[in-house]
């Protein structure tokens, strides 16, 4: 049975949001994080726990703070 948003959902809400508001495409997101588009689109789908370093580098790009990770 599914609940409200996951912290995996949330956190791909927030990348979505910061990266439409950045106005880039998920292809320069994951070109600029070193990892493939398909990877990063998974994360925004929540669909996926990406590692700590993967997630210092998207909160690089996209100019978010750390402490904006949705807990």
Not at 17 to 25: D, N
Not at 38 to 57: D, H
Request: glycine share 6%.
């Amino acid at each position: 049975m599914k609940r409200g948003n996951s912290a995996r959902q949330m956190l791909g809400n927030k990348l979505r949001k910061a990266r439409e508001k950045a106005g880039l495409t998920q292809v320069e997101v994951a070109a600029k994080s070193d990892m493939t588009d398909n990877y990063y689109a998974m994360i925004e789908r929540g669909e996926v726990n990406p590692s700590f370093e993967k997630l210092r580098k998207l909160f690089k790009v996209l100019k978010l703070n750390p402490s904006e990770l949705p807990l």
